[in-house]
């Protein structure tokens, strides 16, 4: 957006009437519901470059780590899940903890081992 300052537009009494008709004080406050606005947008355009260097130094690598740290529980739950000694109640749960993570995981990355992993489970 411009730099330009804007001045709002508004109709003022005129010098002979006492007030404003209804539709000039209807007028006036949709110009001040602008006016705020604007300024809502030029808040918003001066965090944005902020939240988005924050966004991609912070979040991203955070939420890689994430998928990575649930890619690797469910390497280990389905390594788990033939251990001897595991009664079918464990392995109907840790099958469908091991369904639903890599189900999320499949969605959000294309990977070929969590899908043999999900179809075997």
Same mark, same amino acid.
């Given at each position: 957006m411009t730099k330009a300052?804007? +001045? /709002? #537009?508004?109709i003022a009494p005129g010098h002979n009437k006492a007030s404003l008709s209804p539709g +000039? !004080? /209807?007028f006036n406050t949709l110009i001040r519901q602008i006016e705020k606005r604007r300024d809502r947008l $030029?808040?918003? @355009? =001066? #965090?944005?470059? /902020?939240? +988005? !260097? !924050?966004?991609v130094d912070e %979040? %991203?690598?955070? @939420? $890689?780590? &994430? =998928?990575? %740290?649930?890619a690797r529980m469910v390497y280990r739950l389905d390594g788990a899940f033939d251990q001897k000694g595991l009664t079918k109640a464990e392995r109907r =749960?840790?099958? @469908? %903890?091991i369904a639903g993570l890599a189900g999320d995981l499949i @969605?959000? &990355?294309?990977?070929a081992q969590l899908k043999v992993i999900f179809n075997r489970h």
């Open positions: 300052i804007h +001045q /709002a #537009v508004s +000039q !004080k /209807a $030029r808040a918003w @355009e =001066t #965090v944005m470059p /902020a939240f +988005q !260097k !924050k966004y %979040l %991203l690598p955070l @939420e $890689r780590e &994430s =998928t990575d %740290l649930h =749960t840790i099958s @469908e %903890l @969605e959000e &990355s294309n990977n």
